[in-house]
């Protein structure tokens, strides 16, 4: 048995958080698919409270959510290189802040446009865009928000790399104005195409059509 | 000029987990009380993402975010004990899974419940207490969840110690089934009367008019 598994599903971008984290400190680690329409009896047992991907088990040991696991793997590999946060105190609570930031203020947001149509949707990509801002300003002049590598909150926001041209495809929608976040726009494509991190992606035509059978699905179920 | 100074409110029970933590760690600190109806430049300066209290300034540097504060008042006065977080990855890694939890599924549902009337608070009432159902398992053979003293899981979940009665006098609701909860109750008791946490409580009487005209307010403007 391999000593680290990640359970995960072919297209979560959380789950992509801790492939990432593994792959940059090069950590070896098997990788088990899921299916979330008929969960394994091991997600469900080592995870019964979320019931979701990812999981990460270290020596027989689960951890469940993405940030979490992203500490864990910092800690119990600190001596692994790079670092995902810095040494200094303060620094390490800016990388912390920024990506709690993406998961109450942004990601929420995000997906609130993405099932909403009219005016809801209108109202979710103006507060998506205010918070964004504060992404853009954060970025000045740095490559990657951990500073020239990719780092806890790079992870924190890496979907974005990927998925927000899928969301603007299969809504149809502007969600990132390319004249208002050229720095976020540069990061996303600096992520995209960082070591480690640019064999990692799910194929694009894959998504593109998952997320329009979901939309349609929600969109029916959550009329406004 | 205080090294350590912590914005907080009289009654904020995420205010309330920073002073806990410079509590029981024994750091020397100056409080500075907001009234958030009339924010001071100060708040907005150090906190312009959320606005909001705590804010802890150490050195002239602010850090916001309640857990995000506590791990650097952890990484900062490492060498004073008690320490918030054990030694050991994996066993941080629970307590900060259980502090998260308490943060998206425990005190938003309470809330929920509290604001609410009739079938929308029966509904938040059963999944609160479904999710405090995974408090009680793990608090089996235990004080605190930090184990034989107050730790970071405690400090997350603390303010049920007192809220949890200001919310059952003001709904005339019962929140935690004094049968079903036997360990929560006890661990509510424990925290209430722990050493350093115990002279920090504010008063129930204001408390319970605070919750009571926010309930009013906060039910009339929405209906359902």
């Not at 984290?21 to 299916?35: T, W």
């Not at 020239?148 to 790079?154: E, I, L, T």
């Not at 979907?159 to 809504?171: H, I, K, P, Y």
Request: glycine share 4%.
């Amino acid at each position: 048995m391999a000593e680290v598994k990640l359970f995960r599903t072919w297209s979560s971008p959380f789950a992509l958080r801790i492939v990432w984290a593994l792959e940059v400190k090069g950590i070896e680690y098997e990788m088990i698919y899921e299916d979330l329409s008929n969960k394994s009896s091991m997600l469900l047992q080592y995870n019964p409270v979320y019931k979701k991907v990812p999981v990460l088990l270290h020596k027989g040991k689960p951890i469940s959510e993405s940030l979490v696991i992203l500490e864990y793997i910092e800690e119990t590999w600190k001596s692994k290189t790079p670092s995902l946060l810095p040494e200094d105190p303060y620094q390490r609570a800016m990388a912390r802040f920024w990506a709690k930031f993406g998961d109450d203020k942004i990601l929420p947001l995000i997906w609130e446009a993405f099932i909403k149509q009219g005016k809801d949707q209108e109202e979710a990509l103006v507060a998506v865009q205010e918070n964004l801002k504060y992404l853009e300003v954060e970025l000045r002049g740095k490559k990657f928000l951990g500073g020239d590598a990719v780092r806890f909150a790079d992870l924190a926001f890496g979907c974005l790399a990927n998925l927000v041209s899928v969301f603007e495809e299969v809504t149809g929608v502007t969600l990132i104005d390319r004249e208002k976040f050229p720095l976020l726009l540069t990061w996303m494509q600096n992520f995209m195409d960082a070591p480690k991190i640019r064999d990692t992606w799910p194929p694009r035509d894959k998504l593109i059509t998952k997320f329009r059978a979901l939309r349609e699905t929600l969109i029916v179920k959550e009329p406004k």
